[in-house]
């Protein structure tokens, strides 16, 4: 059983919350022109996490059978749990176990920079059909302004961020996170070299500023707590790999001032009191196609 990811680096709980929030129905009509993958019949997600994105591509194309693979136990149990209609599978990117020519198009979000790409590419060329489709998605560089309640913050977590934070950069590092990271034009080029044609690259944007009339209450309380997870998780972090310089106490004393100051900005939103907090997201899609 390999559970490192979603018990070291990000939970299943979290990544589910962020995904769904990104890859809600409200996009669709952004992706969906960018994926084109309406004539899929059998769509691979590689890297599904707990399972967020198949469960978008399911309901946006019904006439597909899709499904998902990602080598971390606790990812799939969790995506099992939450869509037992589609097909989840543990399994490694670089070995993927399906058979060649099995897909007509594969996908992965935020997976590429995290993986050898050699052996990552080579393996979606051999599982995907002649003229199949492969998708890469990668985050890039958006734009984040927290609310003036959000951005507060003691002199008790900044000391204990700056005396343990470090150690939680130092232990992604060790584990490769990120150790294949390509800018915008990186990308696309090695798509090209490992025999990918037809080769485009396209942007996704998304708003997420609860303040503003036309979100939905439902998305900005989801996107509160999205955040209120992340800010969470993060600490949790802490005392996972610098339990000799942190104690649970502290990390405790974190947590509840983290949920005081998003109680705060929950109140302040049902109120009217408009902060003007946002997120906007920045998504490169990267589509090459099989020979």
């Known amino acids: 059983m390999n559970t490192l ?4 680096i990000q939970t299943a709980e979290m990544l589910y919350q962020s995904r769904a929030l990104r890859f809600s129905d409200a996009f669709a009509p952004l992706y969906r022109p960018a994926l084109r993958l309406d004539g899929a019949r059998e769509v691979l997600e590689i890297g599904c996490g707990p399972g967020a994105l198949a469960q978008a591509l399911a309901r946006w ?3 597909a059978r899709v499904r998902g693979v990602d ?3 606790g990812f799939i149990a969790f995506a099992r749990e ?3 209609q589609i097909e989840f599978t543990e399994g490694d990117a670089l070995a993927l176990p399906y058979a060649d020519a099995t897909f007509d198009a594969v996908i992965s979000n935020t997976v590429s920079e995290h993986v050898e790409p050699s052996g990552f590419f080579g393996e979606q060329m051999r599982v995907l059909k002649p003229g199949g489709a492969c998708l890469v998605l990668a985050a890039r560089r958006g734009l984040k302004k927290r609310a003036p ?3 507060e913050e003691t002199p008790f977590e900044a000391a204990l961020w700056e005396k343990a934070g470090a ?3 130092e232990a992604d ?3 490769g996170v990120g150790a294949y990271a390509m800018d915008e034009g990186a990308l696309p080029q090695t798509m090209e070299a490992y025999g990918f044609r037809k080769v485009t690259s396209v942007y996704v944007s998304l708003n997420f500023t609860p303040d503003n009339p036309d979100c939905p209450r439902e998305t900005a309380l989801a996107i509160f707590e999205n955040d209120r997870r992340n800010d ?3 600490t949790d972090l802490l005392l996972n790999e610098a339990g000799d310089l942190v104690t649970a106490d502290e990390v405790a004393e974190m947590k509840r001032l983290i949920n005081a100051r998003y109680d705060r900005r929950v109140g302040l939103y049902e109120a009217g009191l408009r902060q003007w907090d946002t997120t906007v997201t920045l998504t490169q899609i990267i589509r090459g196609t099989k020979p």
């Open 71 to 73: 080598r971390d136990s």
């Open 5 to 8: 990811w979603s018990s070291r």
């Open 149 to 151: 309640c959000l951005a």
């Open 61 to 63: 194309y019904p006439n």
């Open 232 to 234: 969470l998780d993060a």
């Open 82 to 84: 939450k869509a037992p």
């Open 173 to 175: 590092k060790a584990r």
């Open 167 to 169: 150690r939680v950069s």
